[in-house]
């Protein structure tokens, strides 16, 4: 089994050390700063009881409050959890927001679950977190297999356990729950403004993208893509892939997607997932769950730019192999932090109490991503390094810049965790 923290943190030591930090001055960054394990009583509608386990990682919050979603998935162990906090701890700094990072996972496939039984494990699995989270301490957010929903369920039975109205203890919430206007389309979008200083950067206009994965994000992403000019040529989802060099509609194949569940359907010929990965194309946008490029199949990517907008992508190895055939890779920190930025102007207002329109808080988003990205290049031509070392390095010049400052995790309330 690979050690996704492991190799996660290897990278970064190795970004340390070129910005000449030892392990020693890494210090408190090598391990979370806390890890729980629960166990979720969940009562199905038939009446039987199963405990799920769950978990909250929180690994730095030197710049702020932690901060991350929580992944529902069938496979999420403890180590990707850490892995993913890592990842979330970097993505603040190299957007400049904050917080430090966090992440949750619950080992099960929300889509075996009944609506009401999904609600009951949300509700126990925030009873169960309830003393870690709030806040000014850590602030949960939606991720693969959660969503806004999820979070209404999170932040009310958050507020019956702390007596009051709390929404700025979770983001990604519906509007109508103290949600962010925006929230919703703020990583595919967010994906998108990175893109356009990447376009600028390298001088050249990208006309053509193939997106892998049609969830929120890879939508978002396609639809604000298709909008700018750009001509949508192959997209997939886990059942199909489907190509059309003359471009596919992303509201058409959304309409598809919700009819059938398939993104096939929507016009184009139907190719191999490989096939997708493989299309010469300007931009591969990788939009599904972590490792859609890997040593296996890395060789064969043909695109000019890859953008990361799941979380870890493209696995290490892989990197070094696109970066080899002059592959361009935007790193997942900085290409999907659109989401998290949005979570931070949620929490914003939550706290003020006054709302902005959609409009407001998009500009704002790209603001922060236009200015993340342009740093992150001027590290890369700075030191001559990768996107991805370049984002590393960033992120960690200002992790260091706050760690001297910073104490340690704050104490817990007086209760058995
Ligand atoms: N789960 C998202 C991420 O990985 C969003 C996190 C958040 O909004 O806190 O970035």
Redesign the pocket.
Known sequence: MTKLFETTWSDIARAGARLGLTTDALGSLAEPSRIVEVGIPLTKDDGTTQTVRGWRVQHSNARGPF???VRFHPHVQVDDVKN?ALL?TL?CAVVDIPFGGAKGGVSIDPRTLSRSELERLSRGYVRQIEPLIGPWTD?P???VGSGEETMAWMVDEYSMLSHSFTPAAF??KPVATGGSRGRRAA?GYGGFDVLEVVQSELGAPLKRVAVEGFGNVGYHFAEKAAEQGMTLVGVSDIHDAVTNPGGLDPAQVLKSKLATGRVAGAGGHEVSHSALLAMDTDVLVLAAIEHSVTARNADSIRAKVVLELG?NSVSAEAGETLAKKGILVIPDILA??G??VA?YFEWTQNLQGYYWTEADVLSKVRDKLHVAARDVFAVRDEHTVNLRTAAQMLALERLMAAMPHHAATPRLTPVNV
């Open positions: 901060k991350g979603g993913l979330m993505k602030i957010a939606p991720d983001t990604g990583t979380n999907n932090a989401g998290v979570s």
